[in-house]
């Protein structure tokens, strides 16, 4: 239960700073992904880790060729 508090609370931090989220949505969001963390095993949060770090590289490779557009 504690675990379910806590990722809540971050899910709600999380969601202030995420433009059109609300913060009832960020809390429900981190508490989804608590307990999804928690059922899929060491080898399942690797492969969400690893997902995540190329979600996040093809992101910042998007912005830095946004920037160097010529407009």
Do not use: C, N
Request: charged letters at 20%.
């Amino acid at each position: 239960m504690l675990g379910k508090i806590i990722s809540a609370v971050v899910g709600k931090k999380i969601a202030e700073r995420t433009p059109d989220m609300s913060e009832g949505g960020g809390a429900l969001l981190g508490v989804v992904a608590a307990t999804a963390m928690r059922r899929m095993g060491p080898m399942g949060m690797v492969a969400a880790a690893t997902g995540t770090w190329l979600v996040s590289r093809h992101f910042k490779k998007k912005q830095a060729r946004q920037r160097h557009l010529p407009y």
